[in-house]
C-alpha cells in the first residue's frame, strides 16, 4: 500500500488568535500580552483562566468570580462522581476522565467551561483515591483549583509549598498556541459541537505519549538509568535504536522551552526532592548533548514535560495522575480558544493531498 506523506501541519499557519503566542526562535510565550515567566510570578491558574476568558465569558476577567464559578462547578462534579466511579471501575485515570466529561450535559445550570473546569479536579482526586483503595474527599469551594486538588487527593490540606508549586505548574501549561489538543478543540468548535465535546476531544489528543503523556515516562527513563555511570550508554543506545527521549523536542520551539526553566526554579524551591533533582539535571546536560551528537541539525530541546515530572514527583502526585493534570490546567485554555473560534471562525475543513489510485476510466 502506498502512503502518503504526512508532514503534521509543519510550518503552516492555521489561523489569528489573541490568547497566546509561541515564538519557537526565541524561546518565548506570550499570553494575552504578557510573558509566562510574569503571570505565573503574580497568580495561579484562577489568575490565568480570567486573563484567557477575559471579554469572552461573562465575568472572566474577574478572578474573584472564576475562583468562585470553578468553586461551585466542583460541588456540582462531586455529585456525579458516583456515576462516574461506577462505570470507569477498570480505566486508568486519563481513561476515566474522557468518560467524566462525556457526562457533562451541553447545557445545565453553570456555564460550560466552568463545569468542565471544576470536574476534572473533583474526578481526578476521586479517580486516584479509587486506585488507592480510598473513598472521596468533596470539594471545598472556597479554595482554589490548586489548594482543592491537592486536599481532594490527600484528605488533608497540603503545605503552601505544595500549592504554590502546583499552581505555578498549572498556570504556567495553561495556554499554549494551537497545540495538538487545543487545535483538535478548535476543530470540534468549530463545528458548533459546543464546548463539553470540544474539551471531550481536547483531552483524547492530550493523551498521547507526543502531547501530554510524556511526563510519566521521563521519570520512567530516569528510573531506568538509575545511575550517573549509566547515563551516556543508556541516552545513546535508545537514540541509535530510534527511541525518542520524552522531555525534549517540540515542534515550534527550536531552543530551549521557557516552561522547562519556570519548572525547573519551582522544583529547585521544593527542596527535599533536590538530590533527584541534580541526577536530572546531569540527564538533561548529557541528553542534550547525545541529542546533538546523534541527531545532527535536528535543534532538539528540553521541554517544559522533563521538569513537569520533576515537580509532579517531588509533590506526590502518582505517575497516572501527571496527565490528567495536564488536562486540568490545559482545559482552561481550551475553554478560550472555544470562544475564540465559536466567536465568528468558519467550520475547520482543510484540503487533502490525493495520492491513491485513480479511477480505470480517467486514467
Ligand atoms: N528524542 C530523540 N529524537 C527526537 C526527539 C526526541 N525527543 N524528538 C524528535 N526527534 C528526532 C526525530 O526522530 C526526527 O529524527 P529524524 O530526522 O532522524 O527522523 C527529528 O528529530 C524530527 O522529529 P519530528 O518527529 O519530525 O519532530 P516533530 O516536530 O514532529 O515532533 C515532538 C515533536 C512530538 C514533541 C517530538 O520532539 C517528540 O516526540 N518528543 C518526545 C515526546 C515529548 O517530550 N513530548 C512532549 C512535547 S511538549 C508538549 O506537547 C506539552
Not at 503534521?8 to 515564538?23: F, Q, W
Not at 461573562?58 to 474573584?64: C, I, S, T, W
Not at 541509535?240 to 515550534?252: E, N, P, Q, T
Request: glycine share 12%; net charge neutral.
Amino acid at each position: 500500500m502506498i502512503v502518503g506523506r504526512n508532514d503534521g501541519l509543519d510550518g503552516v499557519m492555521a489561523g489569528d488568535t489573541v490568547l497566546s503566542h509561541v515564538d519557537g526562535e526565541a524561546g518565548t510565550l506570550v499570553v494575552r500580552g504578557h510573558h509566562i515567566e510574569e503571570l505565573v510570578r503574580q497568580g495561579g491558574l484562577e489568575d490565568l483562566a480570567a486573563l484567557l476568558w477575559d471579554g469572552f465569558a461573562e465575568g472572566g476577567g474577574d478572578v474573584k468570580a472564576v475562583r468562585r464559578g470553578l468553586g461551585a462547578a466542583r460541588m456540582d462534579a462531586f455529585e456525579k462522581l458516583p456515576a462516574l466511579l461506577e462505570v470507569s471501575r477498570d480505566l486508568a485515570p486519563i481513561e476515566a476522565l474522557r468518560v467524566g466529561l462525556s457526562i457533562l450535559p451541553d447545557e445545565a445550570g453553570l456555564p460550560a467551561h466552568l463545569r468542565v473546569c471544576g470536574a476534572l479536579p473533583v474526578y481526578l482526586a476521586a479517580l486516584v483515591r479509587r486506585d488507592a483503595g480510598l473513598p472521596p474527599v468533596a470539594p471545598d469551594p472556597a479554595l482554589g483549583t490548586a489548594a482543592d486538588l491537592l486536599r481532594m487527593l490527600r484528605g488533608t490540606p497540603a503545605p503552601d509549598a505544595h500549592i504554590t508549586a502546583l499552581d505555578i505548574y498549572l498556570a504556567t501549561v495553561a495556554d499554549h498556541g494551537f497545540n495538538a489538543s487545543t487545535f483538535t478543540a478548535r476543530v470540534i468548535a468549530s463545528t458548533r459541537a459546543g464546548l463539553v465535546s470540544a474539551a471531550i476531544g481536547g483531552l483524547c489528543a492530550l493523551k498521547g505519549p507526543l502531547h501530554g503523556g510524556a511526563p510519566g515516562p521521563v521519570l520512567d527513563m530516569l528510573d531506568e538509568i538509575g545511575t550517573v555511570e549509566n547515563i551516556v550508554p543508556w541516552l545513546e543506545k535508545a537514540i541509535s535504536d530510534g527511541g525518542r527521549l520524552m522531555g525534549f523536542g517540540h515542534r515550534i520551539y527550536k531552543v530551549r522551552d521557557p516552561r522547562a526553566d519556570v519548572l525547573k526554579a519551582v522544583a529547585r524551591d521544593l527542596g527535599p526532592a533536590s538530590g533527584r533533582l541534580a541526577f536530572a539535571a546531569e540527564v538533561e546536560r548529557q541528553a542534550l548533548g547525545a541529542l546533538r551528537r546523534l541527531k545532527p541539525g535536528r535543534r532538539l530541546d528540553t521541554n517544559v514535560e522533563f521538569y513537569t515530572a520533576l515537580v509532579l514527583e517531588a509533590i506526590g502526585i502518582p505517575r497516572t495522575a501527571f496527565t490528567p493534570l495536564f488536562g486540568v490546567a490545559r482545559a482552561v485554555g481550551w475553554c478560550a480558544h472555544v470562544f475564540e473560534q465559536e466567536r465568528g471562525g468558519r467550520i475547520i475543513r482543510p484540503l487533502s493531498r490525493y495520492v491513491g489510485p485513480v479511477p480505470k476510466q480517467a486514467a
